[in-house]
């Protein structure tokens, strides 16, 4: 890869300056001084954003004219637009748009910045799992599916549903609309037009902006030229979003009543100011590296004193471990989980290092003191008694008692110690296959190493948070 004076391939090069083109055609300003900024290359991060010139604290670095946004009102355009929510009908005009091999898109609407969106997600893990239920996954992919911690496994086939999801609304959208989909574009067999799904839905999924345009919460986002080449920082960001001029501080999963319809987007930097060469980096949100791996395909480079002193998310969700118990436990098994599916605490069981001290989400703690409500080797239970203790239970949640009795929350206990000699365990055998893979693997594209050093991570911050739980 050739890179020019500005760190961009000729090609970025070329498509950056198509994409300023077309943003002053919608009146924004892209002059260094209201726009201060330029891409360029980022290892392992494809693009970053970076300051062009230094720029003081609280200061405008780019003002996003609405129409440049692709979401639910500049794609109102659509027959029915309303039949498919906002990542849906993103994804289904990205689909629809998608450049071939080496070409630029042909929108009549967003062409310059479809053209410039990555081409490419071979390395995020939903790629991975499609192709498998493609039956279509390379042995790279196999491998790095097979070295992934559980609890991002089940996230990530989470993902994958929700995706599936979105795939046949689509579908069934197109069929009512056929006229849409069928003269525009080059043959595509199934498989390959599942493929340019995922590298539609991928694009939406990884560089949305929550964006209050008044609708329900789901259909709140946009896609943002520009604003959407900044990488993530967990510490430190120095850029933020805000409200365009007079209105409020925009802020991620807020709502205002009655919405304020597409505005333009402002981005202002941060207390502490830029300078020049510097990356301009935004916060996604406070995500452990599970939640970072499986949505947007990285994870942080973090110590184990930033998982110890609790100043980072770390977070491990053991469900898989809790799971295996219940299922040997027979009928028993079976009632505490109806029982908790039915009261809404099934799944989502953490351990958590931040804030201090490090604890146990309250879910967990609730579906142990359940399991531990029938202590194994009393015998049978009579309805009465199942009944009984699955009141004492239920006041707990209720907040009606604090705890089921004090066996019980010392068995609680107990368990939460077993729960982290097991993550740890599974983590010490985890960390030691990815290092195999590594040496096994030194003649792999430099994505693999790149992924197989954040699966790393991954285990790493479990094993972190489940020691930081024992030594606590
Ligand atoms: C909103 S885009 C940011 C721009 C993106 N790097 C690009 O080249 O267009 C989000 C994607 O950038 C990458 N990314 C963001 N922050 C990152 C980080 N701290 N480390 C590695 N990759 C990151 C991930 O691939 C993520 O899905």
Redesign the pocket.
Known sequence: MTLTDSGLTDCHERRWNALLEWLQGHGMMVDEDHLPVRPKN?A?????LFAIVDIPPRTPILTLPSKAKINMATLGHYPYSKRLTATQLISLHLLLYKPAPGCESDDPHFAPYISIL?RDFGDHPLTWAVHRTLGAGSREEHSLLRLLPPSVLSDLLLLERRFWKDWEAVLLYLDDLPDLSSPRRRPRTQSELILDFVWAWLNVN??CLYDDLGLGKDNNMSLCPVF??????WMQPTMEPVRAAGSEIWRPGRCSPGGDGNTDLVCVSCERGIVRDQEVTLSYGWHSNRTLFVE???A?AITSEELMSGVYPGQVNVQDIVTTWLDCRGELGTFVKGTLEAEGYWGDWTIHCSPLPTQASFRLITALRLYHSFPEGAGVWSEEETTAASRRWRDTILGHEEVVSEENEKACEESIGEICEVVIKRAERGIEAVKEDMRMESEVSEWFQDVLVAVDFLWFEERAVAKAMLIA
């Open positions: 980022v392992g991060a494809r693009l970053g990555p990884t560089r959407d080449f900044a990488n993530h920082a947007y395909g990285f942080n």
